[in-house]
């Protein structure tokens, strides 16, 4: 339903948890913070997804600060992971990459898959500070090979990282990698899976009608893009409208073709 369906019991709890946890004994005050952190990292996405990137950071703030006071040392190396990811819908390159080697470098050990997604956003991150394509798809290469060795427990952190998350994902790196074609494909394999939510459907069919505009072939970024603006409107998902808008900019050489033209139209570009 998208997230300011899910964003007011979100914020409820983390009420709830502030309020109480200034009248409870220490042991428990830092359990009650341990869960408001893993909530607080929550809110912190849901803001991204309505690309209201201050109340990311504020909440991703609070967040590193509860597992701090928490002693949770393996969720303070995930909320840098999400500070990463959060640098780059602000296209901030040397953040993201910065950030992930600080999420996978730091005092703490991470759970695999979390492992594997910090290493993913490090090949990210060296994509997009223009490092050889060598180099980003040996990181890559690590990074499945982390989440091949990983367990599936379910209540695990990052339990949500999985195969088509890696697909997804590398197609991003191929994206800064300035190898659309390849990023087009790699989301194509996921999409025709159809395990997606509507709101993740929604993102990546932008983001791949982004891949399709970069690689020169507007009719196909069109029909895309179009099919994601329904998904977007549907689920409330700011983030994929943005992902959009980037696409019909990129298509600019194409305004006059059809396809083009009715997305720019329905986006009021």
């Not at 980003?136 to 339990?159: F, H, I, M, T």
Request: one cysteine or more; a neutral charge; hydrophobic letters at 40%.
């Amino acid at each position: 339903m998208g997230p300011l369906r899910a964003l007011p019991l979100v914020l409820g709890v983390l009420d709830a948890i502030q309020s109480r946890a200034r009248d409870v004994r220490p042991q428990v005050r830092r359990a009650l913070l341990s869960v408001g952190a893993d909530g607080a990292e929550f809110a912190g996405w849901l803001y991204r997804d309505l690309h209201d990137a201050t109340s990311a950071a504020y909440w991703y703030d609070r967040a590193m600060e509860w597992a701090q006071e928490a002693g949770d040392l393996p969720m303070q190396g995930y909320i840098l992971l999400r500070k990463s990811q959060s640098a780059y819908e602000d296209r901030d390159a040397t953040r993201v990459l910065t950030l992930a080697q600080a999420a996978r470098y730091g005092p703490w050990n991470l759970p695999p898959r979390v492992q594997a997604e910090v290493t993913q956003q490090e090949a990210r991150g060296l994509a997009m500070t223009g490092d050889p394509i060598g180099v980003v798809e040996q990181k890559l290469d690590e990074a499945r090979a982390l989440l091949g060795a990983a367990d599936d427990d379910p209540d695990s952190l990052g339990a949500g990282y999985d195969e088509g998350t890696w697909l997804l994902r590398s197609a991003t790196c191929y994206i800064e990698a300035g190898k659309p074609g390849r990023a087009a494909t790699l989301y194509g394999e996921v999409l025709a899976t159809g395990a997606l939510s509507r709101r993740d459907e929604g993102y990546y069919r932008a983001r791949r009608a982004v891949a399709h505009a970069l690689g020169g072939e507007p009719d196909a970024a069109a029909e895309e893009g179009l099919t994601a603006l329904r998904l977007a409107t549907a689920t409330g998902s700011s983030r994929t409208t943005r992902e959009l808008t980037r696409a019909a900019q990129i298509l600019t050489p194409w305004q006059t073709r059809p396809g083009p033209r009715q997305l720019r139209a329905a986006l009021l570009v």
